[in-house]
């Protein structure tokens, strides 16, 4: 089973960018689609960004899609998540997820990391 492990979370301002890296561990990431959710306080774990396993194909929410861009790296069993622009909505803990099939949503996920915070204040 494949463990992941997301870092790079912290508390930032209004505007400014951030690097989200999940690195696995146990076994390789190369037969997974690989995304992120987040979850605010008192709302339900939504969907962010998503990449399929060859790297060709990803989807964003609406709410983050042309600030945010996924990535991966099979080769360092990591996957990334650059947000640029951030506001305070994007204030969440941001989990990293693993899934062998699609759709890539919450009731798909093989595998989630423990998550990270992102903080962003006005």
């Known amino acids: 089973q494949v463990q992941l492990v997301e870092s790079g979370g912290r508390l930032v301002q209004t505007g400014a960018s951030l690097r989200l890296s999940c690195e696995a561990s146990?076994?390789?990431?190369?037969?997974?689609?690989m995304g992120w959710f987040r979850q605010a306080p008192g709302k339900e774990r939504e969907f962010v960004a998503r990449?399929?396993?060859?790297?060709?194909?990803?989807s964003y929410a609406d709410s983050v899609k042309g600030r945010f861009t996924i990535s991966r790296d099979n080769a360092k069993n990591t996957v990334y998540l650059q947000m640029n622009s951030l506001k305070p909505e994007d204030t969440a803990l941001y989990y990293c997820?693993?899934?062998?099939?699609?759709?890539?949503?919450?009731?798909?996920?093989?595998?989630w990391g423990q998550g990270t915070q992102v903080t962003v204040s006005s």
């Open positions: 990449i399929s396993w060859s790297g060709l194909s990803t």
């Open positions: 997820a693993a899934s062998t099939v699609l759709p890539f949503n919450k009731y798909s996920i093989d595998v």
């Open positions: 146990g076994r390789t990431i190369s037969n997974y689609h």
